[in-house]
């Protein structure tokens, strides 16, 4: 049976990227060696790295003075990374998530941190208001908060140096980059699998602190060094090509963001018709790629029978994170829009077999 893949990362990647790094992995273009024992320096790598990179800049529009880097350590390294580079006195955080917290636990260790706001009273259902202070060294947000399927969908105007985490909807709409100082992610959710880490920072922002930095932690090291100051995950950046040859192959993000669009508006509306279900999400903080659901009152307890009703019908990845519940359906950029309407099917089989309306 087709499966339909709803993980939230690692996710689903598009068919044809697992093809070519299956290929790729057996022999790479002829060279009678495969893609994982070659040199990162060889000339067959470099090509790949340089393609990789432009396809960043032309897939985000990515402006002069910026820089482009593969990096591993995952997003979670970052949450310290960026510290090290740009905390001098004082930086504010928006609390959105988990992973926002875990982000401002890492800045604290640096000195003194603003939360200007934080959603935590609600279980992280919604993107709270907030206001930018003038006086710190940077802002940092969470663009899309992966466990509660909420999202900053535009690009905010910031005072200070802004700085995003879109690990889970980066290239998943169009970005405009000359807003933000700093953008960082684990490829896993979008762009390609684990162990690849992109960072695209405005060259200008960085020696400004006064601590000492260990080379590997110094962006400005991997800037000079094109991300080969150490060995990169090759296989990785491979795959994250691919995955993004396939995206400007569709049209760009552009197109990318209409396809994400209709898929969570086809199963927000499901949703919110079948009175089964209800959305954990205010409607004006909900996210296109994470879409986190649950039955609603008083069905409560047909939980653990609509997972065994979807999964018999080929669904994987839909249980909600343990600290939501319920159902969460990510649906990142290479899940195609038959396999949300397959859920949506589903959920009105559900409906129909029930006969309660
Ligand atoms: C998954 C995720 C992370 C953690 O990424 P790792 O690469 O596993 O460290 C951080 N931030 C967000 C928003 C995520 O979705």
Redesign the pocket.
């Known amino acids: 049976m087709k499966k339909h893949n709803f993980n939230a990362?690692p996710c689903i990647l598009p068919k044809i990227a697992l093809e070519n790094t299956a290929k790729a992995v057996l022999e790479l273009d002829n060279i009678g060696m495969s893609l994982i024992e070659i040199s990162h320096r060889s000339k067959e790598f470099e090509a790949i790295i340089e393609e990789t990179k432009n396809l960043w800049k032309e897939l985000l529009n990515i402006p002069d003075g910026y820089h482009v880097l593969f990096l591993g350590g995952?997003?979670?390294l970052q949450f310290c990374m960026v510290p090290f580079n740009l905390f001098e006195k004082k930086a504010a955080y928006l609390e959105t998530g988990v992973?926002a917290s875990k982000a401002i636990k890492e800045a604290k260790l640096f000195g003194e941190v603003n939360v200007v706001a934080s959603s935590k009273d609600k279980n992280f259902t919604y993107i709270p208001k907030y206001e930018i202070p003038k006086d710190v060294d940077y802002f940092h947000i969470?663009t899309?908060?992966?466990i509660y399927g909420t999202e900053i969908r535009n690009d905010i105007d910031s005072p200070v140096l802004l700085v995003a985490?879109m690990?889970?909807d980066i290239m998943s709409r169009l970005v405009d980059v000359k807003k933000y100082g700093l953008i960082y992610?684990?490829a896993?959710?979008n762009v390609g699998p684990a162990g690849v880490?992109f960072v695209i920072v405005r060259e200008n922002i960085l020696g400004k602190v006064s601590r000492t930095l260990p080379s590997m932690l110094d962006y400005r090291t991997h800037i000079k060094e094109g991300s080969m100051f150490n060995t990169p995950p090759c296989f990785a950046i491979y795959t994250m090509r691919e995955t993004l040859r396939w995206l400007k192959g569709l049209g760009g993000v552009k197109e990318m963001q209409k396809m994400n669009e209709a898929k969570a508006n086809l199963l927000y509306n499901e949703i919110e018709r079948n009175p089964l279900f209800t959305g954990t999400a205010e409607k004006d903080s909900r996210s296109l790629m994470n879409i986190c659901f649950v039955m609603a009152e008083p069905y409560k307890n047909m939980e653990d029978e609509f997972m065994d009703f979807a999964k018999k019908r080929g669904m994987v990845g839909i249980k909600g994170h343990r600290s939501v519940g319920g159902f969460r359906a990510s649906c990142y950029n290479a899940l195609p829009i038959e396999s949300v309407q397959a859920l949506v099917d589903c959920m009105k089989e559900f409906e129909k077999e029930k006969a309660l309306f």
């Open positions: 990362g995952g997003a979670s992973w969470t899309n908060n992966t985490d690990s889970s992610g684990g896993q959710k880490t």
